[in-house]
């Protein structure tokens, strides 16, 4: 048997031997194949940010529908409003799809919000953590009894070369690319914000990346499936349902911060069909809102975040 690599080399990938390198090999034999909506696998040592990437292998032809890049370490990932998301090499789960729906374009919203879904159940089975969604697709845990932020979830629309989409797919080479960011094993020295979190502090059963990371795409590949059966109908397909009971921003008070600058605050009352958070004020009022940074005020035991 071959020794494990000295855990005192820093330039080694085994310099941190708590953070074991993802086996490329051994998750595309897992997870990609005839049966199987991924149509490739890579993981990357490093890059600045595997949606840019991957949105760039679109376009150019080089990613097909179902592909996926994982990253061992991102020096420039983004978040949701263009916000920075970085953490030590091995850390975390830094991944980015590439699917194109074959559904109508105006239900195309939902896919982040499937992706939701299907992350929040899957790290509860594969970690064995409770966690929650802040809308539109922040995966919230508990922390010491606080709500914090340990993923998010960014998709972004892309020109896809001719031939990389299914041949029933008639999108007008369009696609999305799906990144999906999830602290790990951060531990509280390595937090980028008092607010964040990660599964290794809220109680993870185990911070093994490759059994996670296989839960999460075994997840949206269900979530998305169904979704697809259904012709994107988010009623029909259950992703309505499922993401309005994991939704920790409902029934609590809101400060909604609007594009432009303008700032609603009320009860968060429902997720209406086209994925907007419906917000009831003091004015007797429902308005929809389709974009936005959402606090959370008051509710759900009085947490803040």
Known sequence: MTPNPPAENPGSRWSDLSRP???AAALRRGLTGADSMWTSLEVLERTGST??????RAREGSAREGAVLVA???TAGRGRLERGWSAPARSGVFVSVLVVPPVPQERWGWVPLIAGVATASALARAAGVDTKLKW??????????????TGGILAERTDVAPGAASAEVGAGGAGIVLGIGLNVSLRASELPVPAAGSLLLAG??????????RAVLRSFEDW?????????DPLASGVLEAYAAGCATLGREVRAELPGGEELTGEAVAVDSDGRLVIGTDAGVQRPVAAGDIV???GHGGARS
Do not use: F, S
């Open 224 to 232: 998305y499936g169904r979704w697809v059966a259904a012709d994107g």
């Open 51 to 56: 949606n840019t990437d991957l949105a760039a």
């Open 204 to 213: 993870a059963t185990g911070t093994d990346r490759d059994p996670l990371l």
């Open 136 to 149: 539109p697709n922040d995966i919230l845990v508990d922390v010491e009894g606080e709500e914090r932020k």
């Open 21 to 23: 390198p993802l086996n």
């Open 72 to 74: 061992e370490e991102q």
């Open 296 to 298: 959370h005020l008051r």
